[in-house]
């Protein structure tokens, strides 16, 4: 889901960003957070409750919530909603409160 | 904390404080069969030192009367669930303090306080760093000279365990008056008359001071001059993570107590030489100080994020051991205060010690190293060292 046609804005092309999703190849584009480039492409799970595992998404968008955190190049409790997306990085869905050592 | 009750004016117990001091004293007066018990609390149940603690049960202490209140107190704890017959979890979590030295004269003094603890039968042992490590693998040796460490020390959780004594307290019959600020206590020809608090004026012949980082207030209204002071004491949380640490780590000399709840989260404090003051406020001069004495000791939490900081009172004591007493002028007029930044967890014992004396029974305890008048004897001999 993307924006791509605005009354006010104007939206560039940019150039796209590869990136692993739970070891599946997808691509963002310049620009996206990890959380806007998953959107893109229709993820919309990011995150499951710790108690009972119900599925969690985008929701406060300014890494406050801990709804968006995911397990970004190996570490864990990553804000994907505020943190930009990379090259070849590799996200994970994290399971319970993330392992630290 | 509805309460149906209209305020009363007259009561026979009147506890001011609703931390974890005041409902275990109002529980265990309740459940010895004494009626018309009152608490007042200025805020709300917790709201003070009790909510902002760092939940840590500890049984290692430098002196006796402490280690043995403490070793009691865990005895009631750990049937707490039962013996109040609460519906929720206080988390009871006994996996240990482990308290770190850096120095020889700490090693020599942890040598001390385990023999002490040990002939009390607390099973404290004297541990070398690469055996602390054992307990701890991810400390930080680097300047660790040695530790010691009991194993059924721990974390409790200071709400539940408050709310576990107020709901069984309530069955009992005692009412709860919150946001009720206590302005004057009046005596009259040295006893207890009435007190007066923002909702009216309760006649009463007994006043119970559990008033944490305020005793001193309490005491002045009654013409007690209780000789404790209130210091500033920082603390702060960070974001859950799956289970790392069992144990609190604590050293005084690195000023630090750290540990992982049940939740996940870890909770680390520290306190600085400060002016004596009742102020609550956090800074974030704290915040950098623990940050970095907290990932020198235990690397990995470096990797957490801190979600909130707060403040809160330690009441302190000359010798920093509690005030557990009657008053030698004022009758009627009882204090528990002056925990030096344990209160919580020696509540059970508190509230135990303080009915005995209200109800006239004998004390299960030794109360002269608790008592107010222990001070007016020309300083308490014995000083609790193990304080951070």
Known sequence: MRIKAHPILSFEAQKAVPFTYDGQTLYGLKGDTIASAL????????SESIHRKRPRGFYCAIGNCASCNMVVDGQPNVRTCITPLKEHMDIRSQQGKGQVK | ?????????????????????????AWHLAKKGAKDIVV?????????????????????????ANVLLAKKSIEFFENAQD?????????????????????????????ENVKLQQSLGVPAE??????????????????????????????????????????AAKKLGVS??????????????????????????????????????FAQDIGEMAGVEIPVKSQNREILVTEPIEKIQGPMVISFSRNIY??????????MGRGDDRDFSQSMHSTHQFLEAMAKTATRLLPPIGQLR???????????????????????????????????????????????????????????????????????????????????
């Open chain 1, 39 to 46: 959107h893109a492409n229709g993820i919309k799970k990011l």
């Open chain 2, 126 to 167: 004297f541990l070398t760093p690469k055996e602390a490590k054992e307990i701890v693998p991810h400390l930080n040796l680097d300047g660790v000279t040695s530790a010691t460490y009991c194993k059924t020390d721990g974390h409790l959780n200071p709400f539940k365990m408050t709310d576990a004594f107020y709901k």
């Open chain 2, 40 to 64: 007042l609390e200025s805020e709300y149940l917790s709201y003070g030192a009790t909510g902002r603690c760092g939940a840590g049960i500890r049984q290692q202490w430098s002196t006796k």
């Open chain 2, 1 to 25: 904390m509805k309460t149906n009750k209209p305020f009363p004016d007259k009561a026979n117990y009147v506890i001011i404080g609703g931390g974890i001091s005041g409902v275990s004293v």
């Open chain 2, 83 to 111: 013996l109040l017959d609460y519906d929720d979890d206080i988390e009871f979590k006994q996996e240990g303090y482990l308290i770190v030295g850096t120095d020889e004269e700490e090693d020599r003094a942890f040598k």
């Open chain 2, 258 to 267: 750290c540990q992982q709840t049940p939740h996940g989260a870890f909770i």
């Open chain 2, 176 to 213: 709860f008056f919150t946001h009720t600020k206590v302005n004057d206590i009046t005596v009259k020809n040295g006893k207890i008359e009435s007190v007066q608090t923002t909702k009216g004026t309760i006649e009463a012949d007994v006043v119970i001071n559990a008033a944490g980082g």
């Open chain 2, 306 to 388: 801190v979600i909130r900081q707060w403040a809160g009172l330690y009441n302190f004591s000359p010798d920093s051991q509690p005030i557990i007493s009657g008053s030698q002028d004022v009758e009627g007029f009882y204090m528990a205060c002056g925990f030096s930044g344990h209160g919580f967890m020696l509540a059970p014992m508190t509230g135990q010690i303080i009915s005995e004396m209200v109800l006239g029974e004998p004390s299960s305890v030794d109360t002269e190293s608790l008592s107010l008048a222990r001070f007016e004897k020309g300083a308490a001999k014995t000083m609790e060292q193990n304080v951070v």
